[in-house]
């Protein structure tokens, strides 16, 4: 059974900082390019960052220089480093894990809220 766990969530002021990680289990991970996705009540679900399974990252300009994704196969885990959080990130955090092959299922967390208020 695929699982992937998002922790990391929560609480923060504008220009703080909070990590993401998400842990996954039944697939071998370090095969799957992994995705960080947001969406926002009334938005569509957008993609935020991604890393291939050879490490080479990609962002929204929206979030360039202040997120970074990063991933440690060995504890099959990925994570997302925000800094310099705004009002406007905030919003319902999720994982994904992706193989280029649409014969392939992406396999989805349950996401984890991110909350920018002061």
């Known amino acids: 059974q695929v699982q992937l766990v998002e922790s990391g969530g929560g609480l923060v002021q504008p220009g703080g900082s909070l990590r993401l990680s998400c842990a996954a289990s039944?697939?071998?991970?370090?095969?799957?390019?992994m995705d960080w996705y947001r969406q926002s009540p009334g938005n569509q679900r957008e993609l935020v960052a991604t890393?291939?399974?050879?490490?080479?990252?990609n962002y929204a300009d929206s979030v360039k220089g202040r997120f970074t994704i990063s991933r440690d196969n060995a504890k099959r885990t990925v994570y997302l480093q925000m800094n310099n959080l705004k009002p406007e990130d905030t919003a319902v955090y999720y994982c994904?894990?992706?193989?280029?092959?649409?014969?392939?299922?992406?396999?989805w967390g349950q996401g984890t809220q991110v909350t920018v208020s002061s």
């Open positions: 039944g697939i071998i991970f370090s095969i799957y390019a």
């Open positions: 890393i291939t399974n050879t490490g080479y990252t």
């Open positions: 994904k894990a992706h193989q280029p092959s649409p014969r392939i299922p992406d396999y």
